[in-house]
Nanobody, 123 residues
Framework: QVQLVESGGGEVQSGGSLRLSCVASGRTLSTNVMGWVRQVPGKEREFVAAKRYGGGGTYYADNVKGRFTISRDNAKNAVYLQKNNVKPEDTAVYYC????????????????WGQGTQVTVSS
């Protein structure tokens, strides 16, 4: 089993910045894709960003390109999401995600999820 633990959520004002962190443990895969999805009540999980192991492909949803940056520290089995110029519509619970193989823009393709961390953007 894989365990993913997120941290770094909270409340931030519109236009501000926030950094999310996620650390993986357990039977982490030697090659994998780690990233983030988000969900608001009553809606499906929405893909945000992902990055493949070893400097491979990086994937962003169109509505976060240019504002969010995903990075990884493979030695720590960690993935980070730097969120700049946040907007009220970025308010959601953010989940760390992981899957083997190649990346995907579909949240449903990811096999492992964390417990989530709430991000609230006030206007």
């Amino acid at each position: 089993q894989v365990q993913l633990v997120e941290s770094g959520g909270g409340e931030v004002q519109s236009g501000g910045s926030l950094r999310l962190s996620c650390v993986a443990s357990g039977r982490t895969l030697s090659t994998n894709v780690m990233g983030w999805v988000r969900q608001v009540p009553g809606k499906e999980r929405e893909f945000v960003a992902a990055k493949r192991y070893g400097g491979g492909g990086t994937y962003y949803a169109d509505n976060v390109k240019g504002r969010f940056t995903i990075s990884r520290d493979n030695a720590k089995n960690a993935v980070y999401l730097q969120k700049n110029n946040v907007k009220p519509e970025d308010t959601a619970v953010y989940y760390c995600e992981m899957k083997p193989g190649s990346g995907s823009y579909r949240a449903a393709d990811y096999d492992y999820w964390g417990q989530g961390t709430q991000v609230t953007v006030s206007s």
